[in-house]
């Protein structure tokens, strides 16, 4: 239950003497404060009765406001069906006059993420904010190449002073805290439109990526509405409004014959392209562990002939058979076992084990060259598919099509839902359909 009570500041008092007043709210150990513009003498308020005396010359106004206010404040909590935090509270008593900036709340939450330990989601969020940004100070009105050109240089220059040392990631949380460019009211049907098209035109964005960023500013708005920054008539999505809709788009794995050509292929050991073939095989012989993970991957995690680890994405435990072929990769990596201070493959190497974010800017890195390295690896075993770190799992659903249980594929991707597994291996079940259209075709 909510405490709420007017007090004086003593802490606060100013050169006259004067001492502001206040209605605390306290509810769950947390404690906040709601300022109420007035301010008296500590010999005219009555701490007991939190009341101002009648030495006060304007008490009978002064105390007819605070009574307002306090029931202002007991009606809010009583009236809420959700449990209001003192946070909240304040904010709501102070109106939804939409002070905070969409940058500034945006900035809050990136900065939480990123202080929790949750790099790779502060990362693209932030560059979002710095897409929405572009879209602001753009001057659309030049030609298209010119200012894809603009923003291309702006994003290069701050990515190389990143990596120099010159601009943090905290000075780009300062920069959008201090931002005052993008009120919530400013963000209506009109301006996602244009933004849309700003992204598809400008950044060269997929509709899924396109897609995320809105999801992404509908969630800040949603919890800025709940916190009481921006009334809720100005909310720019549902119903008739800005609608999000996810599609789905199809997913390509690669066959049998196009895994033993990768398999089959013959590169010079401890060159980057071979590494690159013994990282993403684990994944696949792994049913598609996710690549960030293959490399984390210790000597230690391998036990009895399992492989036993936390998913890096959602810190689930995972035990799985060491298959024959898997061994056989780690055999070659046995003699570094040392060197790579005790990760099976080197990408880690020399990293400072404590150092959460440094583990995320080298595993990124690593992805990034592996990626790279897998299409020359495609060009050399005429693979004409996108291969990509994550088309492992892909590949390892096509291989598997209908043929194992669900269930077990549940398992075997670790998946929390039945149904997304059912969803996900949709995109490699094909016979049915096959054999439905050939019954009606070849007549």
């Not at 301010?39 to 101002?52: A, F, H, Q, S, T």
């Not at 916190?227 to 999000?244: R, S, W």
């Not at 598997?400 to 149904?419: E, V």
Request: charged share 30%; glycine share 4%.
């Amino acid at each position: 239950m909510a405490s709420v009570k007017i007090v004086l500041r003593k802490n606060m008092i100013r050169k006259d003497k004067t001492i502001p007043l206040a209605i605390r709210i306290s509810a769950n150990y947390k404690t906040n404060y709601k300022w109420l513009g007035v301010y008296v003498l500590e010999k005219d308020w009555d701490r007991r009765l939190g009341r101002i005396r009648s030495s006060h010359p304007n008490y009978k106004r002064l105390n007819n406001h605070l009574l307002k206010k306090l029931t202002e404040t007991n009606d809010l909590f009583l009236n809420s069906e959700n449990n209001l935090t003192p946070k909240q509270a304040k904010q709501k008593l102070k109106g939804a006059s939409g002070s905070k900036s969409f940058f500034s709340f945006a900035a809050d939450r990136v900065k939480d993420k990123y202080e929790r330990g949750i790099f790779s989601v502060a990362k693209s969020e932030l560059s979002i904010l710095y897409n929405i940004q572009e879209f602001l100070n753009c001057d659309l009105s030049e030609d298209k190449l010119t200012v894809k050109t603009e923003i291309r240089k702006r994003r290069i220059m701050r990515i190389s002073k990143g990596r120099k040392g010159e601009y943090s990631f905290s000075d780009s949380i300062k920069l959008f805290k201090k931002s005052k460019d993008l009120m919530f009211q400013m963000i209506d049907e009109a301006f996602l439109e244009k933004y849309k098209n700003f992204c598809a035109i400008y950044l060269d964005q997929k509709p899924r990526t396109v897609t995320n960023q809105l999801i992404f500013i509908r969630t800040l708005y949603n919890k800025a509405i709940k916190n009481g920054y921006v009334d809720a008539k100005f909310y720019p999505f549902g119903n008739d409004k800005e609608q999000i809709r996810v599609g789905n788009s199809h997913k390509i794995g690669l066959t049998k014959d196009e895994i033993v050509k990768i398999e089959s292929l013959v590169l010079e050991p401890n060159t980057s392209i071979w590494h690159t073939k013994n990282v993403w095989l684990t994944a696949f012989y792994f049913a598609g562990i996710r690549i960030s993970d293959v490399v984390k991957l210790k000597w230690t995690d391998i036990k009895d002939g399992r492989l036993i680890y936390i998913m890096d994405k959602n810190k689930k435990s995972v035990s799985l058979a060491v298959p024959d072929k898997a061994t056989k990769i780690f055999e070659c990596y046995k003699t570094f076992k040392a060197d790579n201070d005790g990760y099976i493959f080197h990408f880690l190497k020399g990293v400072n084990p404590n150092n959460e974010e440094e583990i995320f800017r080298k595993t990124r890195n690593a992805t990034k060259l592996l990626n790279k390295y897998l299409k020359r690896i495609a060009v050399q075993c005429g693979i004409e598919k996108n291969l990509s770190n994550h088309i492992a799992r892909h590949s390892f659903g096509n291989i598997a099509g209908d043929t194992i249980h669900p269930l077990m594929l549940q398992k075997l991707y670790r998946h929390s839902d039945l149904k997304t597994t059912i969803n996900y291996q949709a995109n490699f079940i094909h016979k049915e359909a096959d054999e439905a259209l050939d019954s009606v075709v070849n007549f």
